[in-house]
């Protein structure tokens, strides 16, 4: 058998994986500090470690700025390629787990309240119809980003674009905000709201409903920074605005003719809920869903996903 000369006979040396692990980790949060008290060990211990991988691959891999630390092309590169194996290395362990004990395949999700309460709930439905014996965890919304990037989701469900380049976005679904109000009429199978207030009218324009009534604004930032942007380039001056901590008590409210709110059709539909504002104008907002490009998708990932874009598809 001919033999190519030009295959090279010899392995690269590997680098210390527990230096690698901890270089990770200084990238991840931004400092030797935030790293050292995230893994429980020492700074010098740390930056030690890393000033050997730096050594053996012969190139610097982040300078230091005040307390941060910016990372150097190479360190750049260098925390891409760990990142892939540090996810793949937690998918291994993971597979390994439920393959030896027996364990129902997993699925982590995360995702924005909205959408984790009024759109998600009955796709998941589905999915555990599909896949019976799949172990479904919906995990915290906060640092979404960060959840899957370290592997502890495998998917997120939002109302914005990943800022990280290590993530995958892909739009499913316009989701505007349209002005509501309460309905003088209850809505199909259900029973009219308190009549505690009063019906927002449908004739008048957007300025005119809220000159004359109490905007209900959600404590959620995604759309409470869309609804105060758009009145502040609209030049509209709501009587007054109120800010509810949860979306359903504040559905619950515009339906009892507290106030009127921007909501998404997900959240309004079958609800005591009129669209008000004669203009037809609407706040622009989609749905999302994003993953780690590093992450090989699983086959209850990629049954979620199909049943995601098939919903999507109809709304």
């Known amino acids: 058998m001919k033999v190519d000369d030009s295959t090279p006979t010899e392995t690269p040396r590997q680098p210390n994986f527990n230096h690698l692990w901890l270089f990770y980790n200084v990238a991840r949060f ?16 740390i930056s030690r470690q890393v000033r050997a991988l730096a050594d053996h691959l012969g190139a610097e891999l982040y300078v230091r700025k005040g307390r941060t630390i910016l990372l150097t092309d190479a360190g750049r590169l260098l925390f891409d390629h760990a990142q892939r194996i540090f996810t793949l290395g937690a998918d291994a362990v993971r597979a390994i787990q439920e393959w030896s004990g027996g364990r129902a395949a997993r699925l982590a999700i995360s995702a924005v309240p909205p959408l984790r309460d009024y759109w998600l709930p009955a796709r ?30 495998d998917v997120a469900m939002t109302d914005a674009p990943a800022a990280s380049g290590a993530l995958f976005s892909e739009p499913l679904f316009n989701a505007p905000l349209v002005l509501m109000g309460r309905s003088a009429a209850p809505p199909a199978g259900g029973v009219a709201g308190k009549k505690r207030g009063k019906t927002a009218g449908t004739g008048e324009g957007i300025g005119e409903v809220l000159a004359k009534n109490v905007l209900l604004v959600p404590a959620y930032p995604g759309w409470r920074g869309p609804v105060m942007k758009f009145l502040e380039e609209e030049r509209i001056r709501p009587a007054r605005i109120q800010v509810r901590e949860g979306i359903e008590g504040l559905v619950r409210c515009v339906e009892e003719g507290v106030g009127v709110a921007f909501l998404p059709a997900y959240v309004s539909a079958g609800r005591s809920l009129a669209r008000v504002g004669g203009e037809r104008i609407s706040i622009p907002l989609t749905a999302w869903v994003v993953m780690a490009r590093s992450r090989n998708p699983t086959t209850p990932l990629l049954a979620f996903l199909a049943i995601l874009r098939r919903a999507a598809g109809r709304e």
Request: hydrophobic share 35%; charged share 25%.
């Open 30 to 45: 931004g400092s030797v500090s935030g790293a050292a008290r995230a893994l429980r060990t020492s700074q010098p211990s």
């Open 124 to 153: 998941l439905g589905e999915l555990l119809r599909v896949q019976t014996d799949l172990d479904v965890r919906c995990g915290p919304h906060e640092n979404i980003e960060e959840r899957l990037i370290a592997g502890e989701s």
